[in-house]
């Protein structure tokens, strides 16, 4: 085989080759979700939401808080009698039982309702961001994003970080610091 040959093919292999290799580099960028979220007045809003569907929900446990303790009252003032009612005392320890049961159920039933309702709340507030970050994604040429709330990251470019990005076209700003020169020293010279 010619050198001039071997050249040719080399140069239509790397030619055909060159292309899928370029295309197979992807731009990876990365933002972190969880703060973007916090930051935004819809999260604010479904917080106090959330807020007041507990403090529902903790009254509704409070009711049966009181009903034990009623019936463990009322136990304890027959109990103390000189000569307590039998089927009374039966009545209250059966009534405490009760109460503890459907004390255990609805404790369940809410942590399961306000998981439900924060998943609720938080819906439309990610699928807002979520949106956001494709359409920059986009624009800014990335093939992929990367969550970096949750400490998996172990590298990142901050030329690839696209918080700012998000935040602008959000309209969410950060919350300042309270006293960011709290803590430190001030050199003497």
Do not use: C, W
Not at 70 to 91: F, G, H, T
Request: glycine share 2%; no cysteine.
């Amino acid at each position: 085989m010619s050198k001039k040959l071997v050249m040719v093919l080399a140069f239509a292999v790397l030619s055909a080759v060159t292309p899928n290799v370029l295309k197979a580099q992807s731009k990876v960028g990365h933002v972190n979700f969880q703060e973007i979220i916090l930051l935004m007045p819809e999260y604010t809003m479904a917080a106090t939401e959330y807020d007041l569907y507990q403090a529902a929900l903790e009254d509704n446990l409070k009711e049966i808080e009181n009903m034990i303790l009623k019936a463990q009252n009322d136990y304890a003032v027959e109990s103390k009698k000189p000569a307590p009612n039998k089927a009374r005392l039966n009545i209250y320890i059966k009534q405490n039982e009760t109460f503890q049961q459907e004390y255990q159920l609805m404790q369940q039933s809410t942590q399961d309702s306000l998981k439900a309702k924060m998943a609720e709340l938080v819906a439309p507030i990610k699928k807002k961001v979520e949106l956001v970050i494709a359409e920059i994604a986009k624009e800014k040429g990335y093939s992929h994003i990367i969550d970096n709330s949750y400490g998996t990251l172990i590298y990142a470019d901050e030329a690839d970080n696209i918080d700012a990005a998000v935040k602008t076209r959000l309209k969410i700003k950060d919350k300042p610091v309270a006293n960011p020169a709290a803590g430190r020293t001030i050199p003497q010279r």
